[in-house]
C-alpha cells in the first residue's frame, strides 16, 4: 500500500530530515511509527499525502508513483487518506458537524448525508452530544476524538495518526485504540506515530523505528 | 490506484450535491454565506474598508459630475452672432435660418431685428432711456443668435462651428466672444486633467487598501485552506466560497457606499436650502448619473473578486 524507496526530504538548509527511507506497509497492516521528538515521524507520514514532496526518491502509494503527480491529482490522492494531525488542525468557528463533514463536504456530498453519517461516527467516538459544539468548548480529549473522526468519516483506504493518544487517560486512549484497530479490521491501512512505550506495550503491531531521519528498524514487512 | 469516482468501498456513497441542476452552485454560495457568519468580525472588517474607499472615491465623482455640470452652465453663454448690413427679408432669412439650424453644433438660432436690438438696449439702460433720445431707430444692427449645443462650446470646435457657419452664402459677419471661449476651454480641459490624475490616484489607493486588507482576513484563515486542501478540496472548490464571499463583500461595501453618499448629498441639500434660503431642488446639485452608480457597484465587485482571486493564490498552493 505504501512503498518508500531511498526517500530523503530536507526542509530546506543542508540538514535532512529524512535520510535514505525505504519501507513498506503492506494494504491492511497496523504498523507504529516510533522514535524520540524531533526523530521525524510526523516529516514521514506527511509524505504519504504529498503534504510535501521528497528531495529525492520515489514513493508509491497503491503502486502509483506520487511524486510524478501533478499539482491537480493531489486532492484525489488525498481523499484515500484519512489524517490525524498532531495539532488536530480543527477549525474553531466551526461546529463539531462541519469540522468532521468537511471530509465529505469536498467530495460534494449534501448536508443531509453528511449530518447522518457524520452522527454516525461521533457516535461510535460517544461524542454524538456534542455535535453543535465548537472545538475550543471541547477538551482536549474530546478534539482528539473529533480529529480522528474527521479522518474516519470517509472510511478512507488509510488512516494517518500523529500521537493519537497524546493527552488522553488511558482509558479514552483504549476507545482510541479500538476505533483505530476496528477500522484496521473494516481494512484501513492504519499508521501510528507515537512516542508513547506504553502503548506499544499495551496493542503490539509492528514498529517502525525513526532515528535522526533513519528508518534504524521495522522498515520492511517483517 | 484507480481515481474513478466510484470505488468499490464498503461505504455507500450518496449523490454528489452537485447532481441536481445547480446543486454545486448553491452550494458554493451556501458556503460563501455560512463562512461570512463565521467570519462576521473579519468581514465587518473588509467590508467597512471597501466602503470608506468606495465612499472617498465616489464622493471625489460626485464634486466632479457637479462642477462639470455647472461648468456646462456657464458654456451656455458661448453664443455666435451672425451680424446683418441690412435687415434681410422674410424668405432669404427663413431660408438661411434653415441652412444654420442644419449645422451640427447649433442647439437653436434666433432672429433679432433691429428693433428688437434697440428695445433691449433700451432695457439695459433702464432710468437713463433719455441717452438714446435723438439716435436714429436702426443704429443697431439686425442679428442671428446662435446656440452651441453641447461638446461644441470649446475653441477648437467653435472655431471649426465658424468656419463652417461662413460658408452659408448671406453670412458676412459673425462675431463671438473668443477670448471667454478660450479661456472656458483651458478651465474645462485643466479640471479633466487633474480630475482623471487625482482619479486615477484615488482608485489606485483603494484597489491597493482594499486588497491588503483582504490579503490580511484570508492570511488569517489559512487554517480553513489548510485543511480543506488536506482533506482532498480540489482547488476551484476552495477557491470558489471565498471569491462568492469577495464578490458579496464588494457589493455590500458598494451598496453602502452609494447610500452613505446619498445621505451625505441629501443632507447637503436640505442643509443649503435652509441656510441660502433657496429651493435646493433648483439649485442645480446632481446626484451620481445611474450608470455611475452602476458602475461603482460593479467597480465593487470586481474589486471583492480581485482582491480575493490574487489573495488565495499565496496560500491555495495545489
Ligand atoms: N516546517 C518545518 N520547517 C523546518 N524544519 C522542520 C519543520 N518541521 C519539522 N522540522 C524539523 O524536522 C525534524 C523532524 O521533525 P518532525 O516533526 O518530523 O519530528 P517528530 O518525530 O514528529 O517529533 P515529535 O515526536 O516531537 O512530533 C525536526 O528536527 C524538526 O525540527
Ligand atoms: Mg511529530
Known sequence: ?222 | MKRNKATNRALKRPKLSGDAGGGRFGYFVTRAVMNIRQNMLVNTLTVGTITLGLLILSLFLLVYVNVEGLAENWSEKVQVTVYFESEPDPVTLRNLTSQVEALSGTANAKFVSKVEALNRFRERLKGQEALLDGLAPDILPASLEIRLKKGHRESAAVDAYVSRLKKIPGVAEVQYGEEWVRRFSTFMSFMRVTGLVLGAFLVLAVVLIVSNTIKLTIYARQDELEIMALVGGTKWFIKIPFLIEGIIQGSAGALLAELVLFGVYFAFLHNAGNFLSFNPADAGLSFLPLEWLAGLLAGGMLLGLLGSLTSLKRFVRI
Open chain 1, 1 to 222: 500500500m505504501i512503498r518508500l524507496n531511498n526517500v530523503y526530504m530536507s526542509y530546506g538548509g543542508n540538514v535532512a530530515a529524512l535520510h535514505d527511507v525505504s519501507l513498506h506497509i503492506a494494504k491492511g497492516d497496523f504498523v507504529y511509527v516510533t522514535g524520540a521528538s524531533g526523530a521525524g515521524k510526523t516529516t514521514l507520514m506527511r509524505l504519504f499525502y504529498l503534504a510535501h514532496a521528497p528531495s529525492r526518491g520515489q514513493i508509491l502509494i497503491d503502486g502509483q508513483n506520487i511524486t510524478r503527480f501533478k499539482p491537480a491529482q493531489i486532492p484525489y490522492l488525498r481523499r484515500d487518506f484519512g489524517v490525524v494531525f498532531q495539532d488536530f488542525k480543527l477549525l474553531p468557528n466551526r461546529t463539531v458537524l462541519e469540522n468532521v463533514g468537511i471530509t465529505l463536504e469536498v467530495l460534494g456530498w449534501n448536508k443531509k448525508d453528511i449530518a447522518r453519517r457524520v452522527n454516525h461516527v461521533l457516535k461510535q467516538m460517544g461524542l454524538e452530544h456534542k455535535v453543535n459544539s465548537t472545538p475550543q468548548r471541547l477538551s482536549g480529549g474530546e478534539q482528539q476524538r473529533i480529529a480522528l473522526a474527521r479522518a474516519l468519516v470517509n472510511e478512507p483506504k488509510i488512516l494517518l495518526a500523529d500521537e493519537p493518544t497524546g493527552n488522553l487517560d488511558e482509558a479514552t486512549a483504549n476507545q482510541v485504540m479500538s476505533v483505530l484497530k476496528e477500522a484496521n479490521i473494516r481494512g484501513t491501512t492504519v499508521v501510528v506515530a507515537t512516542h508513547d512505550r506504553h502503548l506499544l506495550d499495551k496493542h503490539p503491531r509492528r514498529v517502525i523505528m525513526v532515528d535522526k531521519g533513519r528508518i534504524s528498524e521495522g522498515g520492511d514487512e517483517a
